[in-house]
């Protein structure tokens, strides 16, 4: 089993930045896959943004240039900086790996329980 803890929401003033972080731990064999989701209140679970082990972090549109995903592949962690936030990045922010348990195991999702970020004057 593999368990995914994220950290680091908070409040913050619009133009302000945070960092998320979140760790991955189990029974760990890869995990192909880290990346971040939100969900604001009356709103369906978004993207934010993912990156593959050694690959090309990818992005929603309206965070490009503004949120940075980096990951450690040897701690099983990723990370969120999040910059010039503004009002409609308030969410619950999402942590998820997609990961095999061991060699042969099929990938499965595993999520985070949430981190509230809430951006506000």
């Known amino acids: 089993q593999v368990r995914v803890v994220e950290s680091g929401g908070g409040l913050v003033q619009p133009g302000g930045s945070l960092r998320l972080s979140c760790a991955a731990s189990g029974s760990i064999f890869s995990i192909p896959v880290m990346g971040w989701y939100r969900q604001a209140p009356g709103k369906q679970r978004e993207l934010v943004a993912v990156i593959r082990s050694g690959g090309t972090p990818n992005y929603r549109d309206s965070v490009k240039g503004r949120f940075t995903i980096s990951r450690d592949n040897a701690k099983n962690l990723v990370y969120l900086q999040m910059n010039s936030l503004k009002f409609e990045d308030t969410a619950v922010y999402y942590c998820?790996?997609?990961?095999?348990?061991?060699?042969?195991?099929?990938?499965?999702?595993?999520w985070g329980q949430g981190t509230q970020v809430t951006v506000s004057s």
């Open positions: 998820y790996a997609v990961a095999a348990s061991s060699p042969g195991m099929g990938l499965v999702e595993y």
